[in-house]
């Protein structure tokens, strides 16, 4: 068996979740910590959903055709984002890559990562 070299795209969520708390902790201390603590609550849950949409996409056996809801991924597990949903885009050009997206309730974009299937 062959060893790759890299990253798996769970090693790097976890070292973005990393950052982004201690961003938070950095926001925590020049805004205060009322509003500052709900900015880093939403964002643990942005980046915890992100990161379960990533895991499931990862089980796919190959890219969805076109836009499609991420698999396993339930709104209602995440209440700090309110009306949201997540999607799972093919990336241009085919391959194995896809975008997961969570969108709020205007289908702006919150947070947004690739991933690989199988």
């Known amino acids: ?23 938070a902790a950095v926001t925590a201390a020049l805004l205060g ?10 964002l643990g849950a ?6 379960n949409a990533a895991e499931a996409v990862r089980r796919l056996p190959a890219p969805p055709p076109r836009e499609r809801p991420c698999p396993g991924l339930r709104a209602a ?3 700090e984002l309110g009306a949201f949903r997540c999607v799972v885009r093919p990336l241009p050009g085919g391959g194995r890559g896809v975008e997961v997206v969570l969108l709020d309730g205007a289908s702006r974009v919150l947070a947004a990562t690739v991933g690989v299937t199988r």
Do not use: I
């Open 1 to 23: 068996m062959t060893r790759r070299c890299g990253f798996t795209l769970v090693e790097v969520t976890v070292a973005l979740v990393v950052l982004a708390l201690g961003a």
């Open 33 to 42: 910590v009322g509003r500052s603590a709900h900015e880093a609550q939403r």
């Open 46 to 51: 942005e980046l915890a959903a992100l990161e």
């Open 77 to 79: 597990d995440y209440p």
